[in-house]
């Protein structure tokens, strides 16, 4: 089982220099007169939350520019608003904010669905999306993005408001993995936060060979997948 896990759970970055021999044999008998179109390497670990402020985060989907910018410049009017304010901004006002800007843009081709989390002393535990036609619902749990059909399968299956922080962490690593074998443009890495009163808690961030591949072994799913080498 160790030597399956090994070898198939490689992550892709480590692969790239044993490749690179190769590329560089095969350039070289590359014609003189033909067309070489140089295409930067796409990598899959592009980091899908997005830290707003230490007290919130939001979540990307759709464009990954879209969703940077527009939750950086959140971060700014959020902070903006703390200065005037002289207290911390709740989860409600900033995603009725960040609502309220992406709707001025409706109809311009952004392409967003985000939700921002956060937990205050008067709100509790708040969730909100968000998406690029200034939508806003609250709601105790969403998935957003491409491979959210597969993770609301696992989730609609296994989800208790009263999980315990390391069951939650483990049912959140086992939604995210089913989206990433599902659905390619959901990535290849999981990122767990643990949001609390007092600002988030960052719990890693995994490449999903080596967890899909034991999960695989172990636990006996994924049985699309054939373990014969």
């Not at 014609?31 to 179109?37: C, G, R």
Request: charged share 20%.
């Amino acid at each position: 089982m160790d030597g399956l896990i090994s070898k198939y759970g490689t992550p892709s970055f480590e692969e790239s220099s044993s490749s690179q021999e190769q590329e560089d044999d095969l350039s070289l008998s590359t014609p003189s007169l033909s067309l070489k179109f140089a295409m930067p390497p796409v990598k899959d670990t592009v980091k899908k939350v997005i830290e707003i402020n230490p007290m919130l985060l939001g979540t990307m989907a759709g464009g990954a520019a879209d969703c940077q910018y527009w939750l950086g410049y959140l971060g700014m009017e959020c902070r903006l608003w703390e200065l005037r304010h002289k207290r911390r901004i709740s989860v409600a006002a900033a995603s009725k904010m960040l609502a309220n800007i992406v709707y001025n843009y409706k109809g311009y081709g952004l392409s967003m669905g985000t939700m921002i989390a956060g937990v205050t002393r008067l709100e509790g535990p708040a969730l909100y999306y968000v998406d690029n036609d200034g939508t806003r619902l609250p709601g105790n749990l969403f998935c957003v993005g491409s491979g959210q059909t597969f993770a609301y399968g696992v989730l609609d299956a296994q989800y208790d408001y009263n999980l315990k922080e390391d069951e939650a962490l483990e049912l959140g690593s086992r939604a995210i993995l089913a989206a990433t074998h599902r659905d390619a443009f959901s990535g290849g890495f999981i990122n767990l936060y643990h949001i609390k009163e007092d600002g988030w808690v960052k719990h890693g961030f995994r490449d999903t060979n080596p967890i899909f591949w034991k999960t695989r072994l172990e636990k006996q799913e994924f049985n699309n997948v054939t373990t014969d080498v």
